[in-house]
Structures are given as C-alpha cells and as structure tokens.
C-alpha cells in the first residue's frame, strides 16, 4: 500500500454534524472513531462536552465548528462560540469564513473575523481550521486572497467547505461540488508549510482520501470513515496473500541460506 493505515486513518476528521443528529448517533460515532483511530470527531458546540467525555483517553481529538454552515454570525458570537468549545474540551476549531464579506471584497472585515477565531482558540491550546466554503465562491482570486488572509490571521489550516454549501443547479435542484482536486492543489500552492490544508464535502472512498493526500492534504472531513478504513484493510490483506503466493514460488522465506 502507497500510504500505511495510520497515516491515512489520522488524516480524517470524523463528521457527526448532520442536523438531525441524535445524542445516541453522537455516542455511535465517538465509538466509531475510537474503533478506527481517527484524527478526530467533528461535531456541533452543544456535543463538545460530552464527545470529549467519550473520547478521553483513545487519541482521538475534539473538533468542533463555529458559525456552521454559513459562517454569517457576528465575530464576536464566533470568538465566545470558540471559548465556550474550548472550556468543553474541544482542541480543534473548525469555523467558517464570512462568503458574503468576501465575495464583497470587505477584507478588513473577514481578517478580524478569523483572527479573533484564531486568538482564542490558541489562547486555550487549540488549532484552526477556516472553511472556505468554495461553492460559494466564484472564482480563485478569492480562494488565493483568503489563504493570504487565513496564514496571516493564524489559521493552523485552510479548509475547502462544509459540506453543507449547497448552490442552486441548472436544472433547479441543489446540490454541492465540495473538495476538487483544483481547489486542494490551489489552496495547497497559496498557503506555506505552516499551513495545512483540510478536504471537506465529497470524499467517500479510500482512493478519494488518498488523492487528498497525493494533493498535500493532511486532513479530509468524512461519514464514510468506516468503508474507507474497511476497504483499506481489504486491500492490505489482499496484497500481504499475494506477496505470499509471490514470496512461496520463489522460494523466499522458505529457508536458510
């Protein structure tokens, strides 16, 4: 295998946040990440207390978002949100830049709004990543000034979207790209090394999850971590029985010299 299973499985951040989501699907999910070894669970601020409880001690981290999905309340609501996730054991943050301020071309305003994210969040030890919410944005001028934006306010990484960005179609139905690899490889070649970039919306097989990494992704937001991780152990398996067919007609480790 390209990658072993503990470099893709800390790649994935664990995504509980569907809006129907129960406290027993919460409780079912923490589970599910533990079982993997996952980076972390991604979950809404009102579970960041009790998914931390669940999570204590398996090495699995807290990720919570903060003015999800659309990232329109006020900055202030986003730095006491972050605070408040924080006290509750969240070490990730995962908030989402303001669309309309940035496609208003309002950059003071987005700067503040992240930076004051950003300082909270490290003030209590924890890491940022800023949603970008591509499918709201038109085009890669935008994309490229809000990596410039997100490294200088302190964003630990830049994030492709939600998830939840659905944008009106053609046909009149509503739908959502997600992660691209044009916008992975975009975001990859406008931030440094100090910043990483985060896969979001859309990857649901293990090759998905290793072309966020051949795209130098480090972390991928997934539900479907479970057929990921399964179909990774299927085809391990499978390449150690056929080495083993190879290794048996060679002779190899069939004796001394």
């Not at 994935?12 to 589970?31: A, F, N, Q, R, Y």
Request: hydrophobic share 35%; glycine share 12%.
């Amino acid at each position: 295998m390209k990658y072993s299973y503990e470099q893709l499985a800390k790649m994935i951040d664990h995504s509980l946040l569907h809006p129907t989501m129960t406290d027993k699907e919460l409780e079912d999910g923490c589970k599910l990440a533990a079982k993997y070894g996952v980076a972390s669970v991604c979950i809404k601020p009102y579970a960041a207390k009790r998914a931390a409880e669940l999570l204590k001690g398996t090495g699995v981290n807290v990720g919570c978002v903060i003015g999800f999905p659309h990232g329109n309340s006020c900055t202030e609501s986003k730095r006491y949100e972050t605070e408040l996730a924080c006290r509750d054991g969240a070490v990730e943050i995962d908030m989402v830049a303001n669309a309309g301020k940035a496609l208003g071309g309002d950059w003071d305003y987005v700067e503040c709004d992240v930076k004051a994210v950003c300082d909270e969040a490290h003030k209590h030890g924890a890491k940022v990543k800023v949603i970008f919410e591509n499918d709201f944005l038109p085009n890669d001028d935008i994309k490229i000034k809000l990596c410039q934006i997100c490294e200088r306010s302190g964003a630990d990484w830049v994030k492709t979207s939600t998830g939840y960005g659905f944008v009106k179609q053609k046909d009149g139905n509503y739908n959502y790209k997600g992660a691209t690899e044009h916008d992975l490889a975009l975001m990859r070649a406008n931030v440094s090394s100090k910043v990483q970039v985060k896969a979001a919306g859309g990857v649901r097989d293990l090759d998905g999850l290793i072309k966020v990494r051949d795209l130098g992704g480090s972390r991928c937001g997934a539900t479907a971590t479970a057929t990921m991780l399964d179909e990774y152990r299927r085809r391990e398996a499978a390449e150690k029985a056929g080495q083993k067919i190879e290794n048996k007609g060679t002779g190899i480790g069939s004796g001394g010299y």
